[in-house]
Antibody, heavy 114, light 106 residues
Framework: EEQLVESGGGLVQPGGSLRLSCAASGFTVSSNYMSWVRQAPGKGLEWVSVLYSGGSTYYADSVKGRFTISRDNSKNTLFLQMNSLRAEDTAVYYC????????WGQGTTVTVSS | SYELTQPPSVSVSPGQTASITCSGGQLGDKYAYWYQQKPGQSPVLVIYQDRRRPSGIPERFSGSNSGNTATLTISGTQPMDEADYYCLAWDSSTGVFGGGTKLTVL
């Protein structure tokens, strides 16, 4: 069964950093487009970033220069390094597979607050 | 930047047909994707590449995309279909979601 499991969320102060992980099973992360999507409390879905199988990366304007998407092929895991965090980054963060976002994790909650 | 617009809410009676639209410039030239999200759950893909259904998605879900508008249609809507629905398109290698539509079945 194809599955994604996110981890690494938590409470962080404004200006702080956090690294999210997304462990995949049942398929190979490096062979797929992999995205991060977030959802602020009570709000809609917001696409954050994508890592192509070839290694290219793209970001939403709201996180460009602050967030970095990467993967560890040996661990079959996707990451999202989040720096200079702001209150507006508070959200549930999901990882998802493929350009169609056909497989989603359960999400991990990031709260940015002093 | 590219934007997708959805109606905030749609209401439908059980057994009737619900249509949820998603509008964006030249959207018909891109693929549209649709997701269903129920409270407290992760989104689920219900339509990909405009009109294709993933395995396990009921046949009552269908999609179309032409001009500036993509449409998700749910025929014979059931109470279990009550959820938030989001459209997605890719523009210049970045993903763009619509604002979401709350479907109420009453």
């Amino acid at each position: 069964e194809e599955q994604l499991v996110e981890s690494g969320g938590g409470l962080v102060q404004p200006g702080g950093s956090l690294r999210l992980s997304c462990a995949a099973s049942g398929f190979t992360v490096s062979s797929n487009y992999m995205s991060w999507v977030r959802q602020a409390p009570g709000k809609g879905l917001e696409w954050v970033s994508v890592l192509y199988s070839g290694g290219s990366t793209y970001y939403a304007d709201s996180v460009k220069g602050r967030f970095t998407i990467s993967r560890d092929n040996s661990k079959n895991t996707l990451f999202l390094q989040m720096n200079s965090l702001r209150a507006e980054d508070t959200a549930v963060y999901y990882c998802a597979r493929d350009i169609s976002l056909d497989v989603w994790g359960q999400g991990t909650t990031v709260t940015v607050s002093s | 930047s590219y934007e997708l617009t959805q109606p905030p809410s749609v209401s439908v009676s059980p057994g009737q047909t619900a249509s949820i639209t998603c509008s964006g410039g030249q959207l018909g030239d891109k693929y549209a994707y649709w997701y269903q999200q129920k409270p407290g759950q992760s989104p689920v893909l219900v339509i990909y590449q405009d009109r294709r259904r993933p395995s396990g998605i009921p046949e009552r879900f269908s999609g179309s995309n032409s001009g500036n508008t993509a449409t998700l249609t749910i025929s014979g809507t059931q109470p279990m279909d009550e959820a938030d629905y989001y459209c997605l398109a890719w523009d210049s290698s970045t993903g763009v979601f619509g604002g979401g539509t709350k479907l109420t079945v009453l």
